[in-house]
């Protein structure tokens, strides 16, 4: 959130004590404050892959990575395999979660 308000770099926000700073939670006893939930939108065209993952996953790939993983799978269950092999293999402290949705278009 710092990073796309232009509040600090990439670099700064790995490095950040602010970075696993808990901002909301579902569940949690108090409402999301519609107004302050960060949305974004990207044009998403048939065939795109829609790729979300925790701070667990992604901090221990770079985006280099992930786009190779994203070309090199044949399938969907081989991109999440794969990409909970490379996680895993990373040595990722954290726990993490991964989702891969691929959008079809008709």
């Known amino acids: 959130l710092q990073v796309s308000r232009g509040l600090m770099s990439a670099k700064e926000a790995a490095v950040s004590p602010l970075k696993n700073?808990?901002?909301?939670?579902?569940?949690?006893a108090e409402p999301w404050p519609a107004d302050r939930?960060?949305?974004?939108?990207?044009?998403?065209?048939?065939?795109?892959?829609?790729?979300?993952?925790?701070?667990?996953?992604?901090?221990?790939?770079?985006a280099a990575r992930l786009a190779s993983l994203v070309r090199?799978?044949?399938s969907m269950q081989q991109?999440?395999?794969r990409l909970y092999e490379d996680?895993?293999?990373a040595g990722g402290e954290d726990n993490f979660t991964?989702?891969?949705?691929r959008i079809l278009v008709s």
């Open 37 to 62: 939930i960060p949305f974004f939108s990207a044009p998403l065209d048939s065939n795109s892959l829609l790729l979300v993952g925790s701070d667990g996953a992604l901090s221990v790939l770079t």
């Open 72 to 74: 090199g799978c044949r």
């Open 21 to 28: 700073h808990l901002l909301y939670s579902l569940g949690g």
């Open 79 to 81: 991109l999440t395999e």
């Open 98 to 101: 991964l989702m891969a949705s």
């Open 87 to 89: 996680v895993r293999a």
